[in-house]
Nanobody, 127 residues
């Protein structure tokens, strides 16, 4: 099991930027594919971005392509989500998730594939 703690959320104006971080416990972080998901009030949870265990594979939701960048630092047991050109519709609770995998180049896009979740960090974008 890996414990996940998100940070970096907050209130930002439209057009602004935030960087989310997700710190993971344990010594096998490099064996986990990671994902960022979000859930807005009254809406279903959705994938934002995912990255493979090796960092070589990524996936982005169409709604964030060109604006958000997912990255990871396996030496620091941390995954990041750089969010630029934020829009009010990006307002949501953002969750970090981890999936233990032997396929180090695969990024996973579905929530049910992940076995470990953080508590979330709130991102609010004002217009």
């Amino acid at each position: 099991q890996v414990q996940l703690v998100e940070s970096g959320g907050g209130l930002v104006q439209a057009g602004g930027s935030l960087r989310l971080s997700c710190a993971a416990s344990g010594r096998t972080f490099s064996s986990y594919a990671m994902g960022w998901f979000r859930q807005a009030p009254g809406k279903e949870r959705e994938i934002v971005a995912a990255i493979s265990a090796s960092g070589g594979g990524t996936y982005y939701a169409d709604s964030v392509k060109g604006r958000f960048t997912i990255s990871r630092d396996n030496a620091k047991n941390t995954v990041y989500l750089q969010m630029n050109s934020l829009k009010p519709e990006d307002t949501a609770l953002y969750y970090c998730a981890a999936k233990l995998t032997m396929y180090l180049a695969s990024a996973y896009r579905y929530g049910y594939e992940y076995g470990n979740w953080g508590q979330g960090t709130q991102v609010t974008v004002s217009s």
